[in-house]
């Protein structure tokens, strides 16, 4: 014998749905809703003000390399970089075929009264929509300065970014404390 639906018991137990089942279904997918709109709408300015996935942008400008005191070769050589993309990147190291031996990337930390350490770094970042300023007393590139050099020679260099390739620059030749 089958029993017709309007003749079936009512189980008590059976889920029904009330106004706090209902309302608190509402609120619990409404977290993750309100937080995908949140990413959506972050996601839309950055997109909108050109930088979601625009490659780093370098330009280098300023290069100067002091000139060498008495007998002593060894110098430095300075540069401002600018990075007007929207990704980080890196200078990895410094060329030149008018330098003798290696030109390497130091970090210069004063350490006392009239006393300074220089350290060797791999690498040097250049934040998206930032920069880097060379200085004595911070990064700069060391090298062996050419006995020929004299003030106003300009020295070719080539920079080396992870993601903005290489940038061939000129640096002039100047007396420590002498703008370029």
Request: hydrophobic content about 40%; some cysteine.
């Amino acid at each position: 014998m089958t029993v017709s639906p309007a003749e079936r018991p009512t189980d008590p137990r059976a889920w029904r749905p009330t106004r706090r089942r209902i309302t608190e279904g509402l609120l619990a997918a409404l977290a993750p809703i309100a937080a995908c709109g949140v990413a959506l709408g972050g996601l839309t300015t950055w997109v909108g003000a050109g930088n979601a996935g625009s490659p780093a942008r370098i330009t280098v400008t300023d290069g100067r390399v002091f000139l060498p005191y008495g007998e002593v070769r060894d110098t430095a050589a300075f540069f401002r970089i600018a990075n007007s993309g929207g990704s980080d990147d890196r200078l990895l190291k410094v060329t030149s075929s008018a330098v003798r031996g290696e030109a390497t990337l130091s970090r210069h930390r004063m350490a006392g009264d009239n006393a300074a350490t220089a350290r060797t770094v791999e690498s040097a970042g250049v934040p998206a929509g930032g920069g880097l300023t060379m200085s004595p007393f911070g990064l700069d590139v060391t090298l062996r300065a050419d006995p020929e050099w004299v003030a106003g020679t300009y020295v070719p260099f080539t920079l080396h970014f992870e993601q903005g390739g290489r940038i061939e620059v000129q640096a002039k030749v100047v007396r420590p404390g002498e703008a370029g």
